[in-house]
């Protein structure tokens, strides 16, 4: 078996004057789950149409089990698509929606019936054969949508979007759902979401775009841990972004305490942006904090509560605690040196 699935070799796409992709270089594993993160407009959809053949790319090249496929029209690739609109025919019942594909194949009848209920168990809506797909609610209409792509068994499955059009708590419960699915099938997903919880909860492994461009690709703990850059630290979860620190005024800064991070390949005169996120600082007695300040805002969050402190220097921390502080006192801020993620200044 080849080591990738899918292949993407300095793929660029313009659309008249505008580079919508600029290349992209992404391999895929079978059975992964890979999510393309990012805000709208930064090329993840274009991305997901490229793969599945429905737009062209200007250059490079594209691979599907380590042939060319560039060339391969969408029906020739093995691979379908879920779209964020479920695009099911409504004057098909759900029985003969998820079998349409079947049925072009012209697969005998009994096969179908019995890939239709193996269907429905999986995506937990036996007994609604008969059903109108008008009389469905949103997720259920998803979930048929899923079923109508996965009977056919493409060894790929692109998802853009699929549970945007869901409220949150229905598209928590998906998420977990079309996971345990692709585990089950053992199927290679692609998945495309701007939401970034939704990519950290479900991905193997996470591609951050923006501007037509990758800025990271790692599992969901090395994006949120360890971002290469301010734009993936911003997108990922909330973070203390400190612009432009030297190295050598941050070592004096924070008492020489986090020393050992400034190994990393980074000089010492070198200016770089320093993440710590909010859970990663602790309110301490002033006396025994690397930084004092004082607290200016607290609000109650329902897990913990967001504390803004102004440093002497006046910088301000955002800090999640389970602590209470009280607004106006003076207080210390700990940090740990392995929470202090040196990151490359954007140019
Ligand atoms: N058919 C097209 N013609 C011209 N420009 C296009 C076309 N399709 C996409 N673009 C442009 O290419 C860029 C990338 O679009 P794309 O739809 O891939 O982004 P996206 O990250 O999926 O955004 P969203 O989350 O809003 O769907 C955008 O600037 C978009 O306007």
């Given amino acids: 078996m080849e080591a990738y699935i899918i292949e993407l070799k300095d793929v660029s796409k313009k659309f008249a004057e505008k580079d919508a992709l600029r290349n992209i270089s992404l391999s895929i594993k079978p059975k992964e789950f890979v ?22 790319p200007t250059n490079g ?58 269907m429905l168990q999986l995506v937990n809506l036996e007994g609604f054969e008969k059903r109108k797909i008008h009389s469905l609610s949103g997720g259920q209409q998803q979930r048929i949508a899923i079923a109508r792509a996965l009977i056919c068994e493409p060894k790929v499955l692109l998802l853009d979007e699929p549970l945007g059009a869901l409220d949150l708590k229905l598209r928590k419960e998906m998420q977990l759902e079309l996971k345990k699915m692709q585990q089950q099938l053992g199927i290679t997903f692609i998945y495309v979401t701007h939401d970034q919880e939704e990519a950290l909860t479900m991905s193997d492994r ?41 190295l050598e005024d941050y070592r004096v800064k924070f008492e020489e305490q986090v020393f050992p991070c400034i190994d990393k390949g980074f000089g010492k005169n070198e200016s770089v942006e320093v993440l710590v996120r909010p859970e990663d600082i602790q309110v301490v007695a002033p006396e025994t904090g690397m930084l004092q300040g004082r607290v200016e805002s607290v609000v109650f969050k329902g897990v913990h509560y967001e504390i803004m402190v102004r440093d002497e220097s006046g910088v301000g921390w955002m800090i999640h605690s389970i602590h209470m502080a009280k607004k106006g006192d003076t207080v210390g801020l700990s940090i740990l040196p392995d929470a202090i993620h040196i990151m490359k200044k954007a140019v």
């Fill in 35 to 56: 999510t393309l993160l990012g805000p709208s407009g930064c090329g993840k959809t274009t991305t997901l149409r490229i793969i599945g053949g429905f737009e062209q």
């Fill in 61 to 118: 090249e594209l691979y599907f089990e380590g042939r060319r496929i560039n060339d391969f029209p969408p029906y020739q690739r093995q691979l379908n698509t879920v779209f964020q609109k479920y695009a099911l025919f409504p004057h098909l019942n759900v029985y003969d929606n998820i079998a349409f594909g079947l049925n072009i194949k012209k697969v005998a009848q009994k096969e179908i019936e019995k890939k239709v209920a193996y």
């Fill in 206 to 246: 996470v591609v951050v775009m923006s501007d037509g461009e990758i800025q990271q690709i790692g599992t969901p703990e090395d994006i949120y841990n360890e971002p290469v850059n301010q734009f993936v630290a911003d997108f990922i979860g909330e973070g203390n972004i400190l612009n432009g620190v030297m």
